[in-house]
């Protein structure tokens, strides 16, 4: 093995496979194995194995977690900030019913592919079966 191909696999050997850097990449919508390849080829599709490094990723299944992180960070996100802007400014009903729905669907569409790459990163790096035998 060279030495390049250690910095490939970074660590994704022997079962070592750190959770932070495969959920970092998987944020960043890259392969949780080698950090280069694509993790998703379309917008919430996962790639069948990486083009780089050849990681099989189409049996990992994400199932309901993503849209709940994704509720649950945009929630954080909104919620506050319509009580805020509420309170200091007092806008018309009409405001609040153009501004924050756009912007929590902006947010849950800008969000929804990165909290499924972090979770289908967290999964490989766990070795989690996925759906194989289904």
């Not at 917008?43 to 990486?50: G, N, R, S, T, W």
């Not at 992180?69 to 153009?98: C, D, F, K, N, R």
């Not at 800008?110 to 999964?123: I, T």
């Amino acid at each position: 093995m060279t030495a390049e191909d250690r910095s490939v696999n970074d660590g994704a050997e022997d079962g070592a496979r750190s959770k932070t850097t495969a959920a970092l990449r998987g944020l960043m919508g890259q392969c949780p194995a080698c950090g280069r390849g694509r993790l998703l080829r379309n917008y919430l599709k996962p790639v069948d194995h990486c083009t780089h490094c050849g990681e099989a990723f189409g049996h990992l299944r994400a199932d309901d977690a993503p849209p709940w992180m994704t509720i649950l960070i945009v929630g954080h996100i909104i919620i506050p900030a319509v009580l805020s802007v509420e309170q200091s400014y007092e806008p018309a009903t009409w405001v609040h019913l153009t501004i924050w729905p756009l912007l929590t669907l902006l947010l849950t569409g800008l969000l929804l592919p990165r909290c499924k790459g972090v979770v289908l990163g967290l999964l490989w790096s766990t070795g989690a079966p996925g759906s194989e035998r289904a």
